[in-house]
């Protein structure tokens, strides 16, 4: 007989036959059959003691789990003084005894966290030095509401902790250009104005557009000549009209 949590008390659980060529179709009556009933569910005993995990290793601690049939639960916890890998506590106190129904839950060393700062303390020009263990890009871009210099937003949140063992993201964070401010585009040709338009509006988060005019001018073929727009501030979405000259005048 056997214990069983599924099967209840006298319970059929199985057969075993006494030589390994007899099966049900070839058994004889002078033939030997085990068969197995439950004792039902094993009675929960605290009659195991629980030893001093802290100087184990994490395959003695799996070893005397498996020996003792007693689940372990292993949990990762940042620690700037035990070592990785180490015990860092254990749920149930040594010398304590358990039953195999009763887990212990064994917190280990991830290592000393490695934790993502609060950028807003910082300048646009101290971020990216901020943590030399983190990989910070900062950047710049347009803001209708965050003036000149201020801080905006980090792409990960300050105080999430990461480990050597981790693969870390890169962390963005982002400071204020203040307003839109449109610029005088006289004397850039035509060709230009992409480069332009995209270096400093687009790519720092403005999204300012422009509309060709051709206007009949004596200044060279394809230059800027008039703007709709110039010297001021403009709404973060924008379009600006732009006179190009045809130098047929």
Do not use: C
Not at 12 to 34: G, I, V
Not at 201 to 218: H, L, R, V
């Amino acid at each position: 007989m056997g214990y069983s949590d599924t099967v209840a008390k006298v319970g059929y659980l199985k057969q075993a036959f006494a030589n390994a060529s007899l099966t049900s179709d070839n058994f004889k009556r002078e033939d030997n059959l085990t068969l197995h009933y439950s004792k039902g569910k094993e009675p929960i005993t605290k009659n195991i003691a629980v030893p001093d995990f802290s100087s184990q290793t994490k395959d003695q601690i799996n070893s005397w789990s498996k020996d003792k049939s007693v689940k372990v639960e292993m949990q990762e916890e940042g620690s700037n003084t035990i070592e990785v890998g180490k015990v860092i506590s254990q749920s149930v106190a040594k010398s304590e005894k358990i039953s195999k129904a009763d887990t212990i839950i064994i917190k280990l060393s991830a290592g000393k966290p490695i934790l993502v700062p609060y950028y807003a303390k910082f300048t646009f020009e101290e971020a990216s030095g901020a943590s030399k263990e983190l990989p910070v890009l900062a950047k710049q871009v347009y803001s209708d509401t965050v003036p000149y210099g201020d801080f905006i937003g980090q792409s990960v949140a300050a105080g999430t902790q990461y480990f050597i063992k981790d693969t870390i993201p890169d962390i963005t964070a982002t400071y204020s250009l203040g307003r839109v401010y449109m610029k005088d585009l006289s004397g850039q040709t035509e060709g230009d104005l992409q480069s332009t338009f995209h270096n400093d509006y687009t790519s720092k988060g403005a999204n300012i557009s422009y509309q060709i005019q051709y206007i009949n001018s004596s200044e060279t073929k394809g230059t800027v000549v008039e703007q709709s727009v110039l010297n001021e501030f403009v709404p973060l979405t924008f379009t600006v009209a732009i006179g190009i000259s045809t130098g047929n005048e």
